[in-house]
């Protein structure tokens, strides 16, 4: 079913004359208008006002020709409410934070540490057990982690500037189980602007010691929505392959930018690609997601874990979309994408800007559920603001980021219709190319390049020969593959050897659970070696980090086999 609304005829062009033509239709005009419905609700998850909104998105899809489906499920989500703060006899403005704790009902008193960086080994010979620290930066899961770990009651966290940002702290990614409830925050949490950050520092140099936290948050299971649209191929085989398109639903306040111009681009792109339904080699499944901004990533760790082996058998790649068309956001430079799909994003972005995609590393953020199952992914943010050496404030999506004020006066049309374009592009040719636009040599060559420092560090005391010729044989027969076989093989080869090689770059190897919501280093299977090159030969350390990196070896050469039979 083509649908109501399909805005290009089709065409017998060759492909790069059909995207060409689909790209020109892009329409800044209808992704407003979209945005204009979506900028009238609020969106907390699992709120009706959050359903509401949806339905209009689901509306539409069905329009076009998806079939959809709400599917309602049970979720860890927290509400901040009301929050205050009192030291001596001055009152101030604050926020608390979604998935810290409530105060106790007369509120938390406590004494005052000043603790700018947050960091353990700057700790005050006292320490901080049971105080409430005064620390400098937007709250952040990672903080919140190590000060729960050392006791603190409380945290007043300083903002960069005048605007204070809400934020999720959990370090925990979806609803927590019973093995990671333990990590969930277990102090009060609040933050305060700049200004007010001074006049707190000023009190403490003058004597005041102890500071009142008020902080409500409703935190509990509740039942949130997920839409999934699906369209096959035009002509689909059984089990066929398919993209993913995704993005968050879930705000906080009015959420224009973020989400709701991801979500009217997911609209307009799914529109152009549906009208030229008839070139499509795999299928697409769209999800709009609850629980992404307060309940840490909750409905997407859901669905994963809900449809896990149809995502393992079936899915080529994830497209994540996340506050594109912000006004002023000529950046596109830095947005994350793994390294199997970074010529597909390069290309896109080049065409559209002129700008040449630095390969920033896909980080723990927008959604990103599916890299433990091993499936390449790319973008949540696409456009961002340029760097400002003056400014204190670092992320990229502008100053009314997660603020009442990201509202409908902060998207610039053109920008959206540029995001738009670029991602029409990199969702068209992952449906429609003959061979999968993922590039398998790539992360090869990064594990490489990982690997070489390494050795020469290790030298003669451990030997990552073995893990060398593996990656040989591994694009060798990639080369061998691509030279004789036809588009299926190697199209099952790239699907499935991406598993292997996207587990290796992007988590620790378990891939049945979802690594926390945390930094990881480039490469985490190779810690263990890593710690190992820094360790004196001889010493306790080295023979306990041998341990490790033997075990670290082994794993990285089975998912190399893998790999590599993946393609004989």
């Not at 790209?23 to 407003?32: L, W, Y």
């Not at 009060?188 to 602007?193: A, D, G, K």
């Not at 994963?304 to 079936?314: E, G, K, L």
């Not at 049945?512 to 919501?517: D, G, I, Q, R, S």
């Amino acid at each position: 079913m083509m649908g109501e609304h399909a805005a290009v005829k089709l065409m017998s062009e060759p492909d790069g004359a059909v995207l060409g033509d689909l790209k020109n239709a892009v329409s800044g005009v209808r992704m407003m208008e979209t945005l204009d419905h979506l900028a009238r609700f609020t969106k907390l998850a699992g709120t009706p006002s959050e359903r509401e909104s949806l339905e209009g998105l689901r509306s539409q899809l069905a329009n076009i020709g998806f079939e959809t489906s709400v599917l309602e499920h049970d979720a860890y989500i927290s509400l901040p409410g009301k929050a205050s703060l009192q030291i001596a006899s001055a009152a101030y403005a604050c926020i608390t934070h979604s998935m810290g704790i409530s105060s106790p009902a007369d509120g938390l008193t406590a004494d005052l540490v000043d603790l700018p960086s947050g960091r353990a080994d700057d700790l005050p010979d006292s320490g901080v057990a049971g105080k409430v620290v005064v620390i400098d930066g937007i709250a952040s899961p990672d903080v919140t982690r190590r000060m729960t770990a050392l006791g603190v009651a409380g945290i007043i966290h300083v903002s960069p500037h005048e605007h204070i940002h809400e934020m999720c702290i959990s370090p925990v990614w979806g609803s927590p189980s019973m093995q990671t409830m333990k990590d969930l925050p277990a102090c009060v949490v609040i933050s305060v602007s700049a200004t007010t950050g001074l006049s707190i520092r000023e009190q403490m140099s003058k004597g005041a010691q102890r500071a009142l936290i008020h902080a409500e948050v409703d935190t509990g299971w509740r039942k949130t929505p997920l839409l999934v649209a699906e369209m096959a191929a035009d002509e689909p085989a059984e089990e066929a392959p398919f993209v993913l398109f995704s993005g968050h639903h879930d705000t906080w306040y009015y959420g224009v930018m973020d989400n709701g111009s991801a979500n009217a681009c997911m609209i307009e792109v799914a529109r152009l690609a549906v009208s030229q339904r008839a070139h499509w080699r795999r299928s697409l499944r769209i999800c709009i997601w609850s629980g992404h901004s307060q309940g840490r990533y909750s409905g997407s760790a859901w669905y994963v874990d809900q449809n896990w082996a149809d995502f393992d058998r079936r899915c080529v790649a994830h497209v994540n979309i996340d506050s594109p068309g912000g006004i002023g956001a000529g950046n596109l430079k830095n947005t994350g994408v793994m390294r199997s799909l970074r010529p597909l994003a390069a290309r896109a972005i080049a065409q559209e800007t002129g700008q040449v995609l630095a390969g920033k590393p896909k980080v723990r953020s927008a959604d990103e559920s599916l890299q433990g199952i091993g499936i390449p992914s790319m973008f949540g943010s696409l456009s961002g603001q340029f760097p400002d050496p003056e400014s204190k404030m670092r992320n990229a999506l502008g100053w009314w980021w997660h603020t009442p004020d990201d509202l409908i006066d902060k998207i610039d049309e053109a920008n959206l219709v540029r995001d738009a374009r670029i991602v029409l592009e990199c969702v068209w040719r992952l449906l429609s190319e003959e061979v999968l636009p993922i590039d398998i040599f790539a992360p090869l060559e990064g594990l490489r390049s990982a690997l070489l420092p390494l050795q020469e560090k290790l030298d003669a005391n451990f030997d990552l020969g073995m893990l060398f010729a593996r990656i040989d044989a591994a694009s060798d027969r990639l080369r061998a593959l691509q030279e004789n076989s036809a588009p299926p093989s190697i199209n099952s080869a790239i699907m499935r050897a991406s598993r292997e090689l996207v587990l290796l770059e992007h988590s620790r190897g378990d891939r049945f659970v979802h690594e926390p919501a945390l930094a990881l280093p480039a490469w985490p299977v190779l810690e263990p070696l890593r710690i190992l090159s820094e360790a004196a030969p001889g010493t306790d350390s080295f023979h306990f980090a041998m341990v490790d990196a033997v075990r670290a070896r082994n794993r990285i050469a089975w998912h190399l086999e893998r790999a590599a039979a993946c393609m004989a």
